[in-house]
């Protein structure tokens, strides 16, 4: 932890009850006031730069605080902030004001914005539409409705318009039912199964699916209940289903799993169990939602997320450009604020009354099949690994490979981005198999051609280049799990297979050798990796800083090997176990994994001696048929 936060005000928040929260939220608000602008309709925290022009990540700064100031407002606390935002919003929608915030075209980040001004509408009229004179009122609804004349890209941004006419219905204006009603249509397309959505067709499974469409779609079930009987159920019903998969990216100290991108808006991860709660559609007691949320907030108050003046900086646990998207502006990061929707609840609502209660028992090992994952816990050591086999699509976001397509990703390891594209240090290539043409130009997976997942197997099939064709088989587990590739290359290449990357205290550390392997230890725990077949040697890479999301330095036990052109098949066990006060994260390190070949198949004798396990994998080359 930065020795900078030991005297910020949040740290000693308790963040036990409604008054914590409620308090919280001011905390966090207090640091603001400095950095708007002179007519209130903008909040620069910062210089860096984004897709957009500065005036407008003014006004997101300015839009996204309202994010925790409404529920607060809605459930009757107060913040001094209020008559800043309405001066704000006073100036921002009037056409004759220097700090006017503009006319809308489509696709604008501005629509994105829009949302929360919608959201205040719905929930808190009182305090940010009421105290507006007529012309002012006429200036907000105008500026307001431009959202139905722009188009908006076809993923969670369309219910930005749903939440815009939310507010018009709740202030009593006119809004378009049609155009809701189109938009709400269109988003059924992006539904999968088990209470999973995709942000969009074809596109990934991430933390959009829980903080924006579940977050939205629980929203309208509430505001909606009575004139959209229909949806409201339908909404409730798979927010319900989505909370019994959505709990295993949870962990026992409230951290969830960092996977996917927009990860710089950080504990917005538990804003789904507050709407959850929000809309009473939650198949738990109140007491274990409650303890998700409030713990989940414990743990980021903890980690060095915040500048010295108390503003919140880009990045995960720590301060971090290189993992930000192109998107992401100094006021990005407040998007968090959903997460404190729980306040909008009367302090009699069983959220707020139950005492907290810990995760519920949980599987060890289960099958996501939305998302292409298998989630193993441990729960000893608040432990998730999630093994993923990837996506058939792509995107041009930044850092998709690193952030969508890892072999496996954890909650304590946390995963890694590259810093720049020559050798393997500034790869960072944890849980990814990186080939070279000999050149330090690595290619990692980036999209799979298809993929299967039987019990705790899984295997996916992806082409680095037009001429190679590698078929990779995970055997899910922790703290060992393995990994077979077959590659099929017209050309030679080097290959490198990663481990978790571990964390590097100031503390001290040490290295293990074993013959095929290697292991670094650290106060983070233990990360290792051991050749099995097919591959050259076992390093340790102290790669670049700043690359992984959890620690700022990291080493990665990393399997090297050249190929030459034709087929070659590797395999290999990968160890990673955090450290806790309970377990010594080296104690598993010597029930390394055996593994002999019979003709085409690899039988692999996993576990000690009394409780091992034996798979047998089939190399030939094969389909690899989609689920």
């Given at each position: 932890?930065?020795?900078s936060?030991?005297?910020?005000?949040?740290?000693?928040?308790?963040?036990?009850?409604?008054e914590?929260?409620?308090?919280?939220?001011?905390?966090?608000?207090?640091?603001?006031?400095?950095?708007?602008?002179?007519?209130?309709?903008?909040?620069?925290?910062?210089?860096?730069g984004?897709?957009?022009s500065?005036?407008?990540?003014?006004?997101e700064?300015?839009?996204?605080?309202l994010?925790?100031?409404?529920?607060l407002?809605?459930?009757?606390g107060?913040?001094?902030?209020?008559?800043?935002?309405?001066?704000?919003?006073?100036?921002?929608?009037?056409?004759g004001?220097?700090?006017?915030?503009?006319?809308?075209?489509?696709?604008?980040?501005?629509?994105?914005?829009?949302?929360?001004?919608g959201?205040?509408?719905?929930?808190?009229p009182?305090?940010?539409?009421?105290?507006?004179?007529e012309?002012?009122?006429t200036n907000?609804?105008?500026?307001l409705?431009?959202i139905n004349?722009?188009?908006?890209?076809?993923?969670?941004?369309?219910?930005?318009?749903?939440?815009?006419?939310?507010?018009?219905?709740?202030?009593?204006?006119?809004?378009?039912?049609?155009?809701?009603?189109?938009k709400?249509?269109?988003?059924?397309?992006?539904y999968?199964?088990?209470?999973?959505y995709?942000?969009?067709?074809?596109?990934?499974?991430?933390?959009?699916?829980?903080?924006?469409?579940h977050?939205?779609?629980?929203?309208?079930?509430k505001?909606?209940?009575?004139e959209?009987?229909r949806?409201?159920?339908?909404y409730?019903e798979?927010?319900?289903?989505?909370?019994?998969?959505?709990?295993?990216w949870f962990?026992?100290?409230?951290?969830?799993?960092?996977?996917?991108r927009s990860?710089?808006?950080?504990?917005?991860?538990?804003a789904?169990w507050?709407?959850?709660?929000?809309?009473?559609?939650?198949?738990f007691?109140?007491?274990?939602v409650?303890g998700?949320?409030?713990?989940?907030l414990?743990?980021w108050?903890?980690?060095?997320i915040?500048?010295?003046?108390?503003?919140l900086?880009?990045?995960?646990?720590y301060?971090?450009?290189?993992?930000s998207?192109?998107?992401?502006?100094p006021?990005?990061?407040?998007?968090?604020?959903?997460?404190?929707?729980?306040l909008?609840?009367?302090k009699?609502?069983?959220f707020?009354?139950s005492?907290?209660?810990?995760?519920?028992?949980?599987e060890?090992?289960r099958?996501?099949?939305?998302?292409?994952?298998?989630?193993?816990?441990?729960?000893?050591s608040?432990?998730?690994?999630?093994f993923?086999?990837g996506?058939?699509?792509?995107?041009?976001?930044?850092?998709?490979?690193?952030k969508?397509?890892?072999?496996?990703y954890?909650?304590?390891?946390?995963?890694?981005v590259?810093?720049?594209?020559w050798?393997l240090?500034q790869s960072?290539?944890?849980?990814?198999?990186?080939?070279?043409?000999?050149?330090q130009?690595?290619?990692?997976?980036?999209?799979?051609?298809?993929?299967?997942?039987?019990?705790?197997?899984?295997m996916?099939?992806?082409?680095?280049?037009?001429?190679v064709?590698?078929?990779?088989?995970?055997?899910?587990?922790?703290?060992?799990?393995i990994?077979?590739?077959?590659?099929?290359?017209?050309?030679?290449?080097?290959?490198a297979?990663?481990?978790?990357a571990?964390?590097?205290a100031d503390g001290?550390?040490r290295?293990?050798?074993?013959?095929?392997?290697?292991?670094?230890i650290?106060?983070?725990?233990?990360?290792?990796?051991v050749a099995?077949?097919?591959?050259g040697?076992?390093?340790l890479?102290?790669?670049q800083?700043?690359?992984?999301?959890?620690?700022p330095?990291?080493?990665?036990?990393t399997?090297?090997?050249?190929?030459?052109?034709?087929?070659?098949?590797?395999?290999s066990?990968?160890y990673?176990?955090?450290?806790?006060?309970?377990?010594?994260?080296?104690?598993?390190w010597?029930?390394?994994p055996?593994?002999?070949?019979e003709?085409?198949?690899?039988?692999?004798?996993?576990g000690?001696?009394?409780g091992?396990?034996?798979?047998?994998?089939?190399?030939?080359?094969?389909?690899?048929p989609?689920e």
């Amino acid at each position: 932890m930065l020795t900078s936060m030991a005297h910020l005000p949040i740290t000693g928040n308790p963040l036990e009850t409604r008054e914590d929260i409620q308090h919280a939220v001011r905390q966090l608000c207090e640091p603001l006031t400095g950095y708007y602008s002179e007519g209130k309709a903008r909040l620069h925290l910062g210089v860096t730069g984004t897709s957009y022009s500065g005036a407008t990540a003014g006004m997101e700064g300015f839009s996204r605080v309202l994010w925790g100031l409404v529920p607060l407002a809605a459930g009757g606390g107060d913040s001094p902030l209020w008559e800043t935002c309405l001066e704000g919003i006073r100036n921002g929608t009037d056409p004759g004001h220097a700090e006017y915030w503009g006319e809308v075209n489509d696709y604008d980040q501005l629509l994105v914005e829009m949302a929360a001004l919608g959201f205040a509408l719905a929930l808190a009229p009182e305090r940010i539409w009421e105290p507006l004179n007529e012309k002012e009122k006429t200036n907000f609804y105008a500026w307001l409705s431009q959202i139905n004349d722009r188009e908006l890209y076809d993923c969670n941004w369309l219910f930005f318009q749903v939440l815009v006419s939310l507010g018009f219905r709740r202030i009593g204006m006119p809004y378009d039912k049609r155009r809701m009603e189109a938009k709400l249509e269109r988003i059924e397309a992006f539904y999968l199964d088990n209470g999973w959505y995709a942000d969009g067709i074809q596109a990934h499974c991430d933390y959009y699916g829980p903080f924006a469409i579940h977050y939205y779609s629980l929203l309208y079930a509430k505001l909606m209940e009575r004139e959209d009987p229909r949806r409201a159920a339908l909404y409730k019903e798979r927010s319900a289903l989505f909370a019994k998969e959505f709990i295993y990216w949870f962990a026992e100290e409230g951290d969830a799993l960092p996977y996917g991108r927009s990860l710089a808006y950080r504990f917005s991860q538990a804003a789904f169990w507050g709407a959850l709660e929000y809309a009473d559609a939650s198949p738990f007691a109140p007491g274990v939602v409650k303890g998700i949320v409030l713990r989940h907030l414990r743990w980021w108050f903890r980690q060095p997320i915040f500048q010295t003046d108390g503003t919140l900086t880009i990045g995960y646990s720590y301060p971090n450009l290189i993992m930000s998207e192109n998107y992401n502006s100094p006021g990005s990061p407040y998007w968090a604020f959903k997460v404190f929707l729980p306040l909008a609840l009367a302090k009699e609502h069983p959220f707020w009354s139950s005492e907290e209660l810990p995760l519920p028992e949980l599987e060890a090992s289960r099958i996501q099949a939305e998302p292409r994952m298998i989630i193993c816990r441990q729960r000893a050591s608040s432990h998730i690994l999630a093994f993923n086999a990837g996506c058939t699509t792509t995107n041009q976001h930044t850092h998709t490979s690193a952030k969508y397509e890892k072999f496996v990703y954890s909650n304590k390891f946390g995963f890694s981005v590259p810093r720049a594209e020559w050798g393997l240090s500034q790869s960072a290539c944890d849980s990814m198999l990186a080939l070279s043409e000999g050149d330090q130009l690595y290619r990692v997976k980036r999209q799979i051609e298809s993929y299967a997942i039987d019990g705790n197997k899984m295997m996916m099939r992806w082409r680095p280049w037009h001429d190679v064709v590698v078929q990779t088989w995970l055997i899910t587990g922790a703290p060992w799990h393995i990994r077979i590739h077959r590659i099929n290359s017209a050309r030679p290449l080097d290959a490198a297979d990663g481990g978790f990357a571990l964390g590097l205290a100031d503390g001290p550390r040490r290295e293990e050798r074993t013959e095929g392997g290697t292991a670094a230890i650290s106060a983070y725990g233990a990360s290792g990796a051991v050749a099995l077949h097919g591959w050259g040697k076992a390093d340790l890479l102290y790669v670049q800083t700043n690359t992984n999301v959890l620690h700022p330095r990291t080493v990665i036990p990393t399997l090297t090997v050249s190929l030459p052109a034709g087929t070659s098949l590797l395999a290999s066990a990968f160890y990673g176990q955090p450290e806790t006060a309970a377990t010594d994260s080296l104690s598993a390190w010597s029930e390394q994994p055996v593994l002999t070949i019979e003709g085409d198949t690899l039988v692999i004798r996993t576990g000690s001696e009394a409780g091992s396990e034996l798979y047998r994998i089939h190399v030939a080359e094969q389909p690899c048929p989609e689920e």
